[in-house]
């Protein structure tokens, strides 16, 4: 019996720890760079002569990651060198010759930086820059919001929009509703953009619910469903909902609906925490884009607001975002602020200064301000053209179905309601590149490849079922 004749338990064996046998002696690499003498003790030879088995690598048990859909998509239209391909996956705006675009007020304000002698590169404060955090909130609440009148607001320059969420949703998993509420159910729309999920989970939260938002069938919101759910979470669940321009579906609920959802939130004690990714974009007008955050201000709502200006200013990679606090008063903004603080701390420690000086020197100028409008007009219209514009050729076309929803959605994109199995065939045998779930960002589309998009989508509609 193996255990009295040998009291000590038996060495696992290197392949059952599904590891190697120890290599002999190699390099020392620390020491090798600098001329030394390769060692031939240490760590691993003593390893080696108790014959303990080493795994080759420290890293070697870690499991591939499944890349992320979007970035992977384009990836993949970038090295397909067929001349038709297309790329309307990607949530970025193109130009008609399917470029990225600078803004001019952009590049006009980044000279007027660069030339500014007086800017150095000192670290920001923590919180930000001041006069982006308070123009940035002045944009998403409004000229004559009652909180910032009341001085009940406060506000975070994150890293994109995606930092303000992260933010948020740390300071809410740690602070709201009594401490360390992991628990506390997060609900988010079906579907959404997929990272909410991520940035939640990553904050802590373990009870990520969806509610109802996508009507399939008649490709449009599912009212009934959403306050239904919202009428069946516990009180004090904390909702995210797309201010503007919901991504993916491009649908959003109308201001009389709007009305209903505030109506359920605040008789159930929820939390709405605002994902404003896309303002000016759904309508080009930035002030009715907003209309759904404001109308839940003066209904007297303390919420969060996450705003993105990758979009609507196009400072994608400047990683430039704000989250706006709105409270009952003041007092309590200023706890939120000083624990926000802390959380950016050991996020970021503190934010950069480029995207943030871009925006609050175009939204402090008159002048800018006005250029910045017409912009964001200039994005929103050639969005809107390519809608009616795809929209009438698939009708010409006789395609089955019906396809009123691509002009009746708004914003950057489009769910089209096309099967995993049609997007396989146009990205296959069509080059065009798409999500699985059938979003389509309208900005992929130029004047010179709209014919070419309709007549694929009609043969994919009609030839896969
Ligand atoms: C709904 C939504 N929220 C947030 C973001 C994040 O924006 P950012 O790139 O500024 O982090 C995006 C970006 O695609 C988005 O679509």
Redesign the pocket.
Known sequence: MADRDNPLPPKPSAQRLGREKLPPPVKDFRIDAFGAQPRTGGFRALVAALGLAMPSSIFADVPQAQPVLVFKLTADFREDPDPRKVNLGV?AYRTDDCQPWVLPVVRKVEHQIARNDALNHEYLPILGLPEFRSNASRIALGDDSPAIKEKRIGSVQS???????RVGAEFLRKWYNGTNNAATPVYVSSP??E??NGVFGAAGFTDIRTYHYWDAAKRGLDLQGLLQDMENAPEFSIFVL?ACA??PTGTDPTPEQWEKIASVMKRRFLFPFF?S??QGFASGDLDRDAWAVRYFVSEGFELFC?Q????NFGL?NE???NLTVVGKDGDNVLRVLSQMEKIVRVLWSNPPAQGARIVATTLSSPEHFTMWKENVKTMADRILLMRAELRSRLEALGTPGTWNHITEQIGMFSFTGLTAKQVEYLINEKHIYLLPSGRINMCGLTTKNLDYVAASIYEAVTKIQ
């Open positions: 949530g890293l994109g929009g995606t930092g303000a969420l959404t953009w990272n909410h797309h919901h991504n994902d990714a896309y996450a993105s200006f990758s979009k994608y990683r430039v975002g």
